[in-house]
């Protein structure tokens, strides 16, 4: 199963109408009902800029950036989330709808920082933004009292705790 595109290639990168379709269309294809676009241009970039499109029923499992470096910027480019940070034993901290209309909402999440969100619309495209290099093995820790994402219900037990 594919989780991202390759990375993007050149000096210069502007997003086009056809990889906006087509990675759209790669989030309702995939199981995880989800896509990434990297845009930065080596996995180990100092920066990591995403597009990240998504589909209602994605699970996006609660976690946290532990390394202190590990801001998070999120901007909505299309559609809307309901966004999540939570304390340690998973208490809501702060619930906040974000839409892209009338003008992007942005998010920045300083490191250890648990959250998490639901998408509220079809074909929702966000922009993200981290201090690299990605490191699959440090990049992010996730809620011990949240479900795995290969947990067949594990969006549904996260909505019964969230009390969606």
């Known amino acids: ?3 991202a595109f390759d990375n993007t290639v050149g000096d210069y990168f502007q997003l086009s109408d056809e990889q906006i379709e087509e990675g759209l269309e790669a989030s309702r294809q995939s199981p995880r009902k989800r896509m990434i676009l990297p845009i930065h241009r080596k996995q180990r970039a100092e920066v990591q800029r995403l597009i990240n499109f998504l589909q209602p029923g994605t699970y996006v499992r609660p976690h946290k950036h532990p390394m202190d ?7 909505i480019l299309k559609g809307s989330i309901r966004f999540f940070t ?5 208490a809501v901290l702060t619930d906040q709808i974000l839409k892209s209309e009338p003008i992007p ?6 490191p250890n920082i648990w ?3 639901v998408i509220m619309e079809e074909d929702t495209i966000l922009f993200e933004c981290k201090k690299g290099p990605y490191d699959a093995e ?7 009292w949240s479900s795995k994402e290969s947990e067949s219900i594990a969006l549904q037990k996260l909505k019964k705790h969230l009390n969606l």
């Open 86 to 90: 939570l304390d340690d034993d998973g």
């Open 69 to 75: 470096h590990a801001t998070e910027s999120i901007v």
């Open 115 to 117: 959250h998490t969100f």
């Open 1 to 3: 199963m594919k989780l």
């Open 105 to 110: 909402a942005v998010i920045d999440i300083e």
């Open 138 to 144: 440090t990049d992010k820790v996730f809620a011990k």
